[in-house]
């Protein structure tokens, strides 16, 4: 049990410490002088850069920040706060008055203001929190329910497409429009009658004779500043009240959602995004400043990439892309680095444009019964085929040579902790402290590169064993080896190592599968597929075993250590590549040279040359190894 709670407290408090310092009231003023930044950019006529602005101001600030406002006052408000973002963007991209952006603007700005004392105490004050600001020790922080979700989207989609039509010239047509989005959508889908039965008949009237006064007054409005304006508060209007609505209120609402419940999420906009974001780099390297240029496409990944989701929805699908995406990215940089041609890094950013585009596409079918199943099976069985080799190595050690009695304390108690702190990590990394992706990067690497350490000693401890005199006698059935504390331990941390390096991250895999799910049978077919991997990993486990049981001492021995010092090199690789991707260490490439990631062979020196030494030590033991066998 000590052992455990040393393993929580080494691997865990330098997360802990990180989030217990984090500053929540310095990111909300960053944010917002982001947003007077973007302000003064758009009175200045730049629209484009202004846009890149706010979006920087959610992709590299507020992101911090959704976590902890979902945790500690909703993640309704948290949805809300993230639409005014959404919204003020689409403000710039259309070109509307400066008034509008800055009003809007004001709004998200005093969102900060009202959830900076909670997330400072860290607790919602109950007596304060209204339906939306829902106490979470209540356990209720469900997000807007699916229906109210659409009629609201319906409702600004339709009011959106009125200023369109008022700014072409079309009164009529907007006229028309904000009625089809009064009577189609706010009447019909029974908006109207959750408001006056859960709220008050006054919101709900307040709500209808706005969009009355509207209609009326559109032949009178001279420019479509003035229409969106109005528009918008009483857009703002029905997403308070849809906020304020209690859960069981969603049974009232009547809305078609089945196409949106089995559509994947669309990441159309992290592909414009890391688009933006490489036009900059390049500019920024013709212009010679590399620095700034590595940093960029880095930030990218982190704050684009990352940040949204599309990672580790990506890897949930296909592991294969989710690497090739993070392998272009350190490319780039590596190629900035080493001065190549800006030829090359333009290739280099139009191969990663197609790559996440990919991504995109294959996201967006994502969502259906059928491949949420398949894609909880392949999880399961990619992220647990490697740490299954290892312990049926071990647990075939161990029976081969005669303690069975070990298998508790060294392979169930090394299993079960490191399945409880893949789940601990994963809570801790993605709810309680929203620690950036550079910290889980780094967590990541660091934890293949001690696994390469302990599996190098247990390679070497089970090859030297392969000649060992004692085993001769053991296959003659004379004696049976004891387990010394020191190896028992090697083996114990071999074991903990090889799960928990691949259960926080299918933890987090799972996770995002879950977002996929919008109904039952979506929740259905993840628990299946799961269950169904779950199985096969058994019976794999059992003929790995079988077999390692019936392989000759000798052979058995030197066949896993060949399979442990393989995994090692591999190991090495790939945390090399965590410390460049959590920008820990920048890569230096060699081109050329291709990316095998079956071996962990990445075109980088720095993951290169630990990799050469790890070779070579391995070829040296093992020849001092035989020389000695053959001397005894």
Known sequence: MKKIVKILLILVIPFVLNARTYDYEDLTNRVKERFANSLELYKEGKAEEAREVAQSAYFELFENLEGPIRINVSSKKSWTMERKFTKIRNLIKDNASVEEVSATIDSLNADMDEVLPKLKSGVVITAEASQADVDIASGDENELDIKWQTLYNNIADKLQASVDAFKSGDKEKAKELIRAAQFEDYRNGMVEVAIRKHISQSKDGQIQNNMRRVIIAVDSMQSESELRAELAKIEDDILSALNDLPKEAAALAVVEVESVEEQGQDFGFVLEGIRAEGIKTLELYKSGDSKKAISTIQNAYFDIFEASGMEVRVGAVDNGLKTAIEGTFS??????????????????????????????????????????????????????????????????????????????????????????????????????????????????????????????????????????????????????????????????????????????????????????????LGYGAIAAGFAVGAVLLVILFFFLRAGAVRIPIKQFFVITSAIIFYMSVVFTGKGIMELVEGKIIEPTIIEGLPTITWLGVYPYLESLLPQLALLLAIAFGSIILIKRAKKV
């Open 331 to 520: 490319e780039i940089a590596a190629l900035i680095k080493s001065g190549a041609d800006a030829d090359k890094v333009e290739q280099a950013l139009e191969k990663l444009y197609n790559e996440v585009e990919s991504g995109v596409t294959m996201l967006s079918d994502s969502g259906t019964p059928w491949s949420l199943f398949i894609y909880a099976l392949i999880i399961i069985l990619r992220e647990g085929a490697e740490a299954l080799i290892i312990i049926a190595a071990v647990i075939a050690y161990l029976v081969k040579s005669g303690n069975e009695k070990r298998l508790g304390s060294v392979v169930h108690s090394s299993f079960w902790s490191a399945i409880g702190l893949s789940f601990a990590t994963a809570f801790v990394m993605n709810y309680l402290f929203n620690a950036s992706g550079e910290s889980r990067e780094m967590l990541e690497g660091v934890t293949m590169l001690v696994a390469v350490g302990l599996l190098f000693y247990v390679g070497f401890w089970l090859l030297s064993n392969a000649h060992a005199k004692k085993w001769s006698q053991y296959i003659a059935g004379k004696v049976k080896e004891s387990l010394s504390s020191g190896s028992a331990k090697a083996l114990w941390f071999t074991v903990f190592l090889a799960v928990y390096r691949e259960g926080a991250e299918t933890v987090l895999f799972y996770q995002a599968l879950l977002f996929d799910a919008k109904n039952t």
